[in-house]
């Protein structure tokens, strides 16, 4: 009798503390993530709607380690290139190109604003259980933060693992009509993130013999993404021009 008795009384007061444990200690939590979260947020640097203020621009150098094959500069305003002035030196036969944005354009990153997208949809859920809110039960935090690290997921594949486009998508998008001059027709171009990387791919391209399968075919070497930091781009990577051919039949 005497054991049922302390035996409840444990219930009770477990029952207790884990009440306080969901009214006091989860708020406290989920706060330090959503100021944590509000943080890296502000890392993209967009444009907020009705802020009036401008957007800081960052510049990047361009160059290849050990190489002159590639030398300019980049300007990257928020999840936009606003600015790309590019000396190339083609491998094959050393031609010198030179081409920049036309002044009336601007190519979207759209990696960096799906990104920062997941991120504010996680302070949102967050901030939807305020101070006020009284959870129930343990399963319904879990249950929130299954929903919070689902939106922090998807920000980080977007920039660790960059949407694999093809030559004829790249050949058709809009980035071939950002340049003055216009690029050759052998050249493609595309600017990407990786990680925390600012990334610029170059494709010569040449045509098969008619023997040859009819299809485009990527040759030489490959680059590896790895999972890394997040939330951030310091530096500019430039992927090695004369690595990244491609093939393209007739």
């Known amino acids: 009798m005497a054991a049922a008795m302390a035996s409840a009384a444990e219930r009770a007061v477990l029952e207790e503390e884990f009440k306080w444990l969901l009214q006091e200690e989860v708020h406290a939590v989920l706060k ?9 947020s502000h890392r993209f640097t967009l444009p907020v709607s009705g802020s009036g203020g401008a957007v800081k621009q960052e510049n990047f150098v361009l160059s290849t380690a050990g190489t002159d094959q590639v030398k300019g500069v980049l300007t990257l305003q928020g999840d ?34 799906d990104a920062r997208n997941h991120v504010n949809q996680a302070i949102y859920l967050l901030m939807n259980r305020d101070v006020n809110y009284q959870f ?30 093809t030559l ?34 170059v494709y010569q391209l040449h045509v098969l013999q008619p023997s040859t399968t009819k299809n485009f075919k990527p040759a030489g070497g490959s680059i590896l993404h790895n999972p890394g930091a997040m939330f951030s781009v310091k530096d500019l990577r430039l992927q090695n021009p004369g690595a990244d051919r491609a093939q393209i039949a007739t």
Request: proline content about 5%; aromatic content about 6%; glycine content about 2%.
């Open 32 to 40: 330090q993530l959503q100021d944590i979260l509000k943080e890296a």
């Open 136 to 165: 129930k039960t343990g399963l319904e935090v879990l249950k929130l933060m299954d929903a919070v690290m689902l939106q922090l997921s998807r920000a980080r594949n977007r920039l660790t693992t960059p949407a694999t486009l």
């Open 168 to 201: 004829p998508e790249i050949a058709s998008s809009g980035l071939t009509k950002m340049f003055t001059p216009a690029l050759p027709a052998d050249i493609l171009v595309n600017f990407y993130i990786n990680l925390n990387k600012l990334c610029l791919t």
């Open 80 to 113: 936009a290139l606003c600015q790309a002035d590019i000396n190339l030196k083609m491998p094959r036969n050393n031609q010198l190109l030179h081409f920049a944005f036309r002044e009336d354009k601007q190519w979207k990153l759209q990696q960096i604003q």
